[in-house]
């Protein structure tokens, strides 16, 4: 199981999550940032610091948001398991759900 990172984060990226994170398996896409499922140690500390309330457990994941769980998973299938989301910077691509969103307002 992992923590999944959904709509209010697209176009927001607040990153207080990334600040939190105590093993930096948050990822930063070009719109949004991503929870790396096989880094995530499910701690929890990134949700209660989310301003927005965009960080679900796998399970307690609305279902209009349903396809955030693929969009995180999935997003690491090109980039793999880089071990550290500091040590690599932003990404300039999302993932093709979010990358198809209309701008979010902010």
Same mark, same amino acid.
């Given at each position: 199981?992992?923590?999944?990172?959904?709509?209010?984060?697209?176009?927001?990226?607040?990153? /207080?999550?990334?600040?939190?994170?105590?093993?930096?398996?948050?990822?930063?896409?070009?719109?949004?940032?991503?929870?790396?499922?096989?880094?995530?140690?499910?701690?929890? /500390?990134?949700?209660?610091?989310?301003?927005?309330?965009?960080?679900?457990?796998?399970?307690?994941?609305?279902?209009?948001?349903?396809?955030?769980?693929?969009?995180?998973?999935?997003?690491?299938?090109?980039?793999?398991?880089?071990?550290?989301?500091a040590k690599v910077?932003?990404?300039?691509?999302?993932?093709?759900?979010? /990358? /198809?969103?209309?701008?979010?307002?902010?």
């Amino acid at each position: 199981m992992t923590y999944v990172i959904a709509l209010p984060c697209v176009d927001l990226k607040d990153r /207080a999550c990334v600040d939190e994170c105590p093993v930096d398996c948050i990822y930063e896409g070009e719109r949004m940032l991503y929870i790396h499922p096989d880094e995530c140690v499910d701690c929890g /500390a990134c949700e209660p610091v989310c301003p927005v309330e965009a960080i679900y457990y796998e399970d307690d994941l609305p279902g209009e948001w349903a396809e955030y769980y693929k969009a995180n998973v999935e997003f690491f299938d090109e980039i793999g398991s880089p071990g550290g989301a500091a040590k690599v910077g932003v990404y300039n691509f999302d993932h093709p759900i979010i /990358a /198809a969103l209309p701008p979010q307002e902010t």
